[in-house]
């Protein structure tokens, strides 16, 4: 951003770092979604310092099969004797993982074609634009399972399909903000300048575009941690792998709800809930303090 | 994929603005309307062919050995591989391939199921009933009740109304779908503690339901409860955010306040003037949408064994049965692809602008 910060300089009276900063303290929900995000964050990395590869493995642990919480197990047991609360702190790992991963693919792809429609106008841009639109209107999950079912259950087929069925919204965006930002003088001086179009779009809009990359991002983890979920529900995901989506397909497959083992079926939910709440927060705020005027310039 | 954020729907709104202002003007209602209907009708056409040719690739082109992926897990005789291999043109060139798959497709040969030993198309003919039914009844009720609570917040934006409604409405985007199906089974059904569950476990009829057309409608009715609020608690929070985000679009409008200077109520002013305009955009993102709601039903259908297309496309998982798997792809994108071109239609008849020329 700061290469270019000569053109960014005139758009508009931009706050500075700091003023920004502090809308963002101000905002309760702004601070409460870092604060999620933090945490989560931490529990994530620190995993393996408090859960070993024994306390995953269902030959090797020894506790009570299905019990409801106590002492020594503050979140139950599930069906195979594994302490629930471990297996919620290491699930965090591939759900967050999975959801990071696939929003950078989401958004390399969306970021490169709604460039690429915004800068050319023509034919090249329509068409783009067409199969945009096309694939926002498809439904995405009888797409995103055919995509799995077709490359095989695993996390890499999980992460593709992820990435295939939610770039579309992020290249509408850019379009428009790439047309927004074409239109100002600094693109007609880099072109009567010589500049090529290659450097047209990733000298000068590019830096421009990227506090709208950012917003989007984080409003697209939020989506692809629900994505990756439901697929790894439907059994979609890798089998030896313990993430929320598993822990929740594992506790339906074997009948908790009959059971009515509710210390199985909450928490991983809750913490899916949780984390998709805290990267929405955290990205509206963001999305408020910077204010690229999303709808409006079109 | 799960829809847009209730965030980037701003965004969509501004969208179905856009492509409304492109279709308004212009004399000669009649002809006009015709070279609109051509126009969406040739785009249907080809997202058709489009969703065609995906579904090729996805299962012809891509697996090494089609026959192989299509028979996974299940034993078969070589004559029935001989007949497979025939039907789908394998060996030849891609072109003639394509032209198998094609002339299946409008044949409605959609393959065969080993899962159920049945065809396909004869498989997702069953199902449509039961899906229907329960997408249906959700998507109006969360129409009816997401437009009345977006229009209630928009209208007093900031107010501690709006603020529980917004907040509400990302919560509950936010939930996976599949978990608040789990959550109310185990409430609702399973029951805590004391509290025994007042509805069934699931599927779409009781096996010792007393017989008669009423008992049956009403049996149906009961193991649609959950199902539908599961779907109307996910998807009517979307509504909200749309309608609440035109609204607020309509609210510094100079109309709005010609309106007051008449001397209408406040309350005549939101429903007589702001609200009709304010539909307009919605309509539109609400049929967008519907991706989404098939998403939703797909998981919902799962986790209440609800006997349709979804829980159909999850059987075919299971195996994986390719060819199932394939036919309701190819129909459910047919599907919303339809019910937009039917939303196209629509919008044009809503909009007063081009209905009264």
């Not at chain 1, 967050?96 to 989401?106: D, H």
């Given at each position: 951003?700061?290469?270019?910060?000569?053109?960014?300089?005139?758009?508009?009276?931009?706050?500075?770092?700091?003023?920004?900063?502090?809308?963002?303290?101000?905002?309760?929900?702004?601070?409460?979604?870092?604060?999620?995000?933090?945490?989560?964050?931490?529990?994530?990395?620190?995993?393996?310092?408090?859960?070993?590869?024994?306390?995953?493995?269902?030959?090797?642990?020894?506790?009570?099969?299905?019990?409801?919480?106590?002492?020594?197990?503050?979140?139950?047991?599930?069906?195979?004797?594994?302490?629930?609360?471990?297996?919620?702190?290491?699930?965090?790992?591939?759900?967050?993982?999975?959801?990071?991963?696939?929003?950078?693919?989401?958004?390399?792809?969306?970021?490169?074609?709604?460039?690429?429609?915004?800068?050319?106008?023509?034919?090249?841009?329509?068409?783009?634009?067409?199969?945009?639109?096309?694939?926002i209107v498809l439904p995405s999950l009888p797409l995103a399972i055919a995509l799995s079912a077709v490359m095989g259950e695993g996390d890499t087929s999980i992460t593709i399909a992820i990435a295939v069925t939610s770039w579309a919204s992020t290249a509408r965006l850019l379009r428009a903000q790439t047309l927004a930002v074409e239109a100002r003088p600094f693109i007609e001086r880099a072109k009567a300048l010589g500049a090529s179009n290659t450097q047209i779009m990733v000298r000068q809009v590019l830096p421009n575009v990227v506090p709208l990359i950012l917003v989007s991002a984080t409003l697209t983890v939020a989506g692809a941690i629900l994505d990756q979920a439901t697929l790894t529900f439907l059994g979609l995901g890798n089998p030896t792998e313990v993430s929320w989506g598993s822990m929740l397909n594992t506790a339906f497959a074997n009948g908790d709800i009959t059971a009515g083992a509710w210390w199985t079926l909450v928490p991983p939910g809750l913490a899916i809930l949780v984390v998709v709440l805290g990267f929405s927060l955290t990205g509206r705020a963001v999305e408020r303090v910077l204010n690229p005027r999303l709808a409006v310039e079109r | 994929m799960s829809s847009s954020s209730p965030n980037l729907v701003a965004d969509e709104v501004a969208l179905g603005v856009e492509s409304a202002s492109s279709v308004a003007p212009g004399g000669g209602a009649g002809r006009d309307f015709a070279t609109y209907l051509g126009i969406k009708l040739l785009a249907a056409l080809v997202s058709l062919v489009a969703v065609v040719v995906i579904a090729f690739i996805l299962f012809s082109i891509i697996p090494a050995n089609p026959v192989r992926t299509l028979t996974q897990g299940r034993p078969v005789s070589a004559a029935e591989l001989a007949t497979l291999r025939r039907q789908l043109g394998i060996g030849e060139p891609i072109y003639t391939q394509f032209w198998h798959f094609l002339d299946n497709l409008l044949h409605l040969r959609l393959g065969y199921s080993y899962q159920f030993r049945e065809s396909v198309s004869s498989l997702i003919g069953q199902r449509i009933g039961p899906t229907m039914l329960l997408m249906g009844t959700s998507t109006l009720i969360s129409i009816v009740l997401g437009l009345w609570l977006g229009i209630r917040s928009g209208w007093n934006e900031g107010s501690r109304f709006d603020r529980i409604a917004s907040g509400a409405s990302l919560a509950l985007w936010s939930v996976p779908t599949f978990w608040l199906g789990i959550i109310l089974l185990v409430v609702l059904s399973v029951g805590f503690g004391a509290f025994h569950g007042i509805f069934p476990a699931g599927g779409m009829h009781s096996p010792t339901a007393a017989p008669g057309a009423v008992n049956t409608v009403l049996d149906v009715a009961w193991h649609l409860v959950l199902p539908c609020l599961t779907l109307v608690l996910v998807v009517f929070a979307q509504y909200v955010t749309i309608m609440r985000s035109s609204i607020i679009d309509e609210l510094g409008n100079p109309y709005l306040l010609t309106a007051r200077a008449k001397g209408l109520r406040d309350d005549e002013v939101r429903r007589r003037h702001a609200v009709p305009n304010a539909l307009l955009p919605s309509v539109t993102i609400i049929f967008l949408q519907l991706g989404a709601m098939v998403s939703g039903a797909i998981t919902v259908e799962v986790v209440f064994s609800w006997p349709g297309l979804g829980y159909l496309t999850y059987q075919a998982l299971q195996l994986p049965d390719i060819q199932l798997l394939e036919g309701t792809f190819i129909f459910f994108s047919a599907a919303v692809i339809g019910m937009n071109l039917v939303a196209d239609i629509l919008y044009r008849y809503l909009d007063p602008r081009v209905r009264a020329q």
């Open positions: 951003m700061s290469a270019t910060s000569a053109p960014l300089a005139h758009v508009t009276s931009v706050p500075g770092r700091s003023s920004r900063l502090r809308a963002l303290v101000r905002m309760p929900g702004a601070v409460a979604g870092i604060a999620i995000l933090v945490i989560v964050a931490a529990v994530a990395i620190g995993a393996p310092l408090f859960v070993h590869s024994y306390d995953l493995d269902v030959t090797k642990v020894n506790g009570p099969l299905l019990h409801a919480p106590t002492g020594a197990y503050p979140l139950g047991t599930d069906q195979s004797g594994r302490s629930e609360l471990l297996l919620l702190a290491w699930g965090s790992r591939p759900s967050l993982l999975i959801g990071i991963i696939a929003t950078a693919l989401t958004m390399v792809l969306g970021t490169v074609i709604g460039l690429l429609a915004g800068h050319y106008q023509g034919i090249v841009g329509r068409l783009l634009m067409t199969v945009t639109d096309w694939f | -």
